[in-house]
């Protein structure tokens, strides 16, 4: 197994023993123009140290289908379309959760309820050049304000996998984000791993406050030290 796909494994079943922990929401909902998508004015993580919220596209159509929608809170969340499981259908094509015990109209209401930043998307399918099909991001806010976004996965050449794409681009998810994928080709199966930019890793927190308590240690040794010789 490819550390790639070793690391999406690990990760699907992080995420589906503990989906609720990705939890780095952020409160503001109001952005204009790019910073609708770049939320934090930074660039993603290096690798992902959060829990990804999964989503899987299947299309039994024996042709491609242009323009495909996903997310959308808002607009979605009451669709006629879903199934009694959570999935879903529109036309050919069924929308359906990564993650087990969890269905994809419960993803819809938490990115609704709990909008968060994406600092890393991987792009995952079986199927002959589905990853590299261009993805737009829309979104708007309560004020009206819209913007628009095209990526354009790449494939890294010094990776051996041809069905993986991983894009380091940040934005936001929340209830009026929708993602459009310029074509899902016939028959194809595609995941949409998004990694919250958000999340903090508490083993880094827990060592800094560590060290910060030592040092604290030290210097008050140190002064009480000081007073002591002082007084002699």
Request: proline share 3%; glycine share 6%.
């Given at each position: 197994?490819?550390?790639i796909?070793k690391y999406?494994?690990?990760a699907?079943?992080?995420?589906?023993?503990s989906?609720?922990?990705?939890?780095?929401f952020?409160?503001?909902?109001s952005?204009t123009?790019?910073e609708f998508?770049?939320?934090?004015?930074?660039g993603?993580?290096a690798a992902?140290?959060?829990?990804?919220?999964?989503?899987?596209?299947?299309?039994?159509?024996?042709?491609?289908v242009?323009?495909?929608?996903?997310?959308?809170?808002?607009?979605?969340?009451n669709?006629?379309g879903f199934?009694?499981?959570?999935?879903?259908?529109i036309?050919?094509?069924?929308?359906?959760?990564?993650?087990?015990n969890?269905?994809?109209?419960?993803?819809?209401?938490?990115?609704?309820?709990?909008?968060?930043?994406?600092?890393?998307?991987?792009?995952?399918?079986?199927?002959?050049?589905?990853?590299?099909?261009?993805?737009?991001?829309?979104t708007?806010?309560?004020?009206?304000?819209?913007?628009s976004?095209?990526l354009?996965?790449?494939?890294?050449?010094?990776?051996?996998?041809?069905d993986?794409?991983?894009?380091?681009?940040?934005?936001?998810?929340?209830?009026?984000?929708?993602?459009?994928?310029?074509?899902?080709?016939?028959n194809?199966?595609?995941k949409?791993?998004?990694?919250?930019?958000?999340?903090?890793?508490?083993?880094?927190?827990?060592?800094?406050?560590?060290y910060?308590?030592n040092?604290?240690?030290?210097?008050?040794f140190a002064?009480?030290?000081?007073?002591?010789?002082?007084?002699?």
């Amino acid at each position: 197994m490819s550390n790639i796909r070793k690391y999406l494994a690990e990760a699907q079943n992080a995420a589906h023993e503990s989906f609720s922990s990705a939890d780095g929401f952020m409160d503001d909902v109001s952005f204009t123009g790019d910073e609708f998508f770049n939320a934090n004015g930074v660039g993603a993580p290096a690798a992902p140290t959060s829990q990804p919220y999964i989503i899987t596209i299947t299309s039994t159509s024996g042709s491609a289908v242009s323009d495909f929608e996903v997310l959308g809170s808002y607009e979605n969340i009451n669709n006629s379309g879903f199934t009694a499981g959570g999935s879903l259908v529109i036309g050919s094509i069924t929308i359906s959760s990564g993650i087990s015990n969890i269905t994809y109209r419960e993803m819809l209401y938490q990115f609704m309820q709990n909008p968060f930043s994406v600092g890393l998307t991987y792009i995952q399918s079986a199927t002959s050049n589905q990853v590299l099909e261009t993805l737009t991001l829309n979104t708007r806010d309560a004020n009206g304000n819209s913007a628009s976004k095209a990526l354009v996965p790449t494939i890294d050449p010094y990776q051996q996998q041809s069905d993986i794409v991983a894009m380091k681009y940040p934005y936001r998810i929340d209830g009026f984000t929708k993602i459009t994928l310029r074509q899902v080709l016939a028959n194809a199966t595609v995941k949409l791993y998004f990694y919250p930019s958000d999340n903090i890793n508490l083993l880094v927190v827990w060592q800094v406050v560590q060290y910060l308590v030592n040092t604290a240690t030290q210097v008050l040794f140190a002064l009480n030290l000081s007073l002591f010789a002082a007084k002699i």
